[in-house]
Structure formats: C-alpha cells, structure tokens
C-alpha cells in the first residue's frame, strides 16, 4: 500500500492529502555572480505542485484561504510580506480554478 503525502491547511488547519491542497509558493531569490539581486522571487499559486521555492498550502476553498490571508499565515510560513495585490491576484486564480 502507498502512502499519502498529508499537508496541512494554512486557513483550517486540518491535514489533508497533498492533492486536496493549493500550494503557494516563494520562489528563491536569483542572483547575479557579483551577487547582486537579478529577481526577488515572488508569491504566487502552484497549481501544478511542480515549481521550486519555499511552499504553504491552502484548501481549495475561498474561505480557508480568506482565514489564512486574515491572519497572515502565508506570511509567517513563507517568511516575507506579501502585498495585497498579489493576494487579489492569487484570490482571482483561485476562483477560476
């Protein structure tokens, strides 16, 4: 028997298998060999659960994310802040999912 990958929901709080949940992610930094900052990685949906970065997950439901936003979880697991455009913008693609 294989086992399942559990995660648990940001907004809940609840653990539920991997592909039950949206993951949000940070992408990492990139910089430059002078070390200088080429891209500052930002937040966004990973729909797929494919993309590289420090990750959170969420529900699929407009409500656990709304919790998780209101009580800056994503901020606290992915250790930046984020803007409240890039939460619109994640709520958006959210829906249309």
């Given at each position: 028997?294989?086992?399942?990958?559990?995660?648990?929901?940001?907004?809940?709080?609840?653990?539920?298998?991997?592909?039950?949940?949206?993951?949000?992610?940070?992408?990492?930094?990139?910089?430059?060999?002078?070390?200088?900052?080429?891209?500052?990685?930002?937040?966004?949906?990973?729909?797929?659960?494919?993309?590289?970065?420090?990750?959170?997950?969420?529900?699929?439901?407009?409500?656990?994310?709304?919790?998780?936003?209101?009580?800056?979880?994503?901020?606290?697991?992915?250790?930046?802040?984020?803007?409240?455009?890039?939460?619109?913008?994640m709520e958006k693609e959210l829906s249309e999912s």
């Amino acid at each position: 028997m294989k086992k399942v990958p559990l995660r648990k929901c940001t907004g809940c709080g609840e653990m539920k298998p991997k592909r039950e949940l949206i993951r949000v992610v940070k992408a990492p930094e990139r910089r430059a060999g002078d070390g200088s900052l080429i891209d500052a990685g930002g937040v966004s949906l990973d729909l797929t659960g494919k993309k590289s970065g420090r990750g959170a997950y969420v529900c699929r439901s407009a409500e656990c994310f709304s919790l998780a936003r209101k009580a800056r979880r994503f901020e606290r697991s992915l250790s930046c802040q984020i803007p409240d455009e890039v939460y619109d913008e994640m709520e958006k693609e959210l829906s249309e999912s």
